[in-house]
């Protein structure tokens, strides 16, 4: 029996997840720094919030120094949610487990440029699996190592910390290589879309904005928040309110 079966047996909701990569602000939750205990709960409370996205974290103790969870956490979450199921990789060798994500439910599958799997096989196995693929720039890896892949990828995913712990500050060096992907795209007609990772706040989240990012991940400043709702309806609105005045 195979995780998703396995899943299946709990008595969950069925899933009728939308397609949630729409050209405007989306924000993705990291269960990093979610209440592990609680999981369901606070899956549940986030959706009916209006969240966007849940990003898990997976780490495997080599690509990065720190260990989190796998694809038993995400089925089970999985079958529990509607929300879109964003899969961070930050592990040594992504497309050794592709297809176990895939199958655990992911939706979008993001990995390293800078991990041993190669990059062009990798996406290529992730669509197969029939999930959305992203890659992933840490914070010293210059935007322009993407360019290869730019055309097969549906999203580039920019790390504004160093990968592996949640809670550090933003590197505001980042919001350049937002800016330069974002012109990029625009130049060549492509579609990526950029999604930002890391210290994402009521102060970074609108300068993120402002450069091109359309996904953000937030992690400690939401689960910090009494209001998340009101938290991410903030940043919604300021979006808003940056695209008005034709800056975002
Ligand atoms: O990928 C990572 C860290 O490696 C992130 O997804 C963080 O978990 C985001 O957390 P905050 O910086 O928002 O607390
Ligand atoms: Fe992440």
């Known amino acids: 029996m195979n995780l998703r079966h396995a899943a299946e047996k709990q008595n969950c ?46 780490m495997d103790g080599q690509f990065v120094p720190n260990i989190t969870f796998g694809m038993p956490v995400l089925a089970a979450v999985d079958h529990c949610t509607n929300l879109f199921l964003d899969v961070h990789l930050m592990i040594a060798d992504p497309i050794r487990y592709v297809k176990q994500f895939a199958e655990a439910g992911a939706d ?16 290529a196995a992730i669509h197969e699996a029939g999930v959305k693929a992203g890659i992933v720039l840490k914070p010293n890896t210059p935007w322009e190592e993407a360019i290869p892949y730019l055309e097969q990828v549906e999203v580039v995913l920019v790390m504004t910390v160093e990968p ?30 950029i999604e930002v990772d890391g210290g994402i706040n009521a102060e970074t989240a609108p300068r993120v904005i402002e450069a091109g990012a359309e996904i953000l991940v937030i992690g400690s400043y939401l689960f910090r928040q009494a209001d998340p709702k009101a938290a991410m309806n903030a940043i919604r609105e300021e979006a808003a309110g940056l695209s008005a005045q034709g800056r975002a």
């Open 13 to 58: 909701k069925v899933r009728e997840r939308s397609m949630t990569l729409l050209k405007t602000i989306q924000i993705s939750a990291s269960i990093l720094s979610a209440d592990m205990a609680n999981l369901t709960a606070v899956t549940e409370g986030l959706e009916r919030d209006g969240l966007d996205m849940l990003h898990f974290d997976v």
């Open 108 to 123: 979008l599958i993001t990995f390293h440029i800078e991990s041993n799997s190669d990059p062009a096989a990798t996406i």
């Open 164 to 193: 592996g712990f949640g809670g550090q500050s933003f590197l505001w060096d980042m919001v350049e290589k937002v800016k330069a992907l974002r012109q990029y795209a625009q130049e060549h007609g492509l579609s990526y879309q």
